[in-house]
């Protein structure tokens, strides 16, 4: 019977462990997403764009490039992964390219309709990349997290607030972000 006590005892204490590592996770991510949500919110609204988004810029040579510089050290302090970090400049290579032989002088006389960002596929400001939209949130209702060992999921659902009747408006939709522990640090890897 006292064997039968102690097992009990020592299993109930190895699974309380578990269960606390898992819930210290879960509040590590949660804060991650939601302290990357309130940013992105907050620079979007001042229109600090730098911070949030590559500028046109003008390169050694007097053509136009990119600078993303500001932007991706941002996206690392709010503990994106390299692999998301390097995808998100990858994503901009094309529109490089097709920079490379416009003069910076010339530049808003040869890109002065949506459709010539569009072709050039410069037109990344024209939705916001982390929401998937247009239209701006006014923060993250955190549905659901999952953690396993290495890995986690947090499943969210955007909203806008009304203050003039109070009321919150939850988008239809849910987004998931998916995390990876780098050096034992959680760090967002996708958000879809």
Avoid: H
Avoid at 7 to 14: A, G, H, Q, Y
Avoid at 80 to 85: G, P, R, V, Y
Avoid at 157 to 178: A, H
């Amino acid at each position: 019977m006292k064997k039968n006590i102690i097992i009990l005892f020592l299993l109930s204490f190895l699974f309380s462990g578990n269960i606390n590592a898992q819930t210290s996770d879960s509040t590590k991510i949660v804060s991650i997403i939601e302290n990357f949500f309130e940013w992105y919110v907050e620079v979007i609204k001042e229109e600090a764009y730098p911070e949030y988004s590559p500028q046109f810029v003008e390169d050694e040579n007097g053509n136009t490039t990119l600078d993303y510089s500001l932007y991706m050290n941002n996206l690392k302090k709010l503990s994106f992964s390299k692999e998301l970090i390097e995808q998100e400049k990858k994503a901009y290579e094309s529109c490089i390219e097709n920079l490379l032989e416009v003069k910076y002088t010339m530049f808003d006389s040869v890109f002065d309709e949506l459709d010539d960002y569009e072709t050039a596929q410069c037109d990344f400001f024209n939705s916001y990349r982390w929401i998937g939209s247009m239209e701006l949130i006014d923060g993250v209702n955190v549905k659901e997290v999952i953690t396993e060992s290495e890995k986690g999921e947090v499943k969210l659902q955007f909203y806008n607030y009304y203050p003039k009747d109070s009321t919150f408006y939850y988008w239809n939709s849910s987004t998931s972000i998916f995390l990876l522990k780098e050096n034992n640090e959680w760090k967002i890897n996708i958000i879809e």
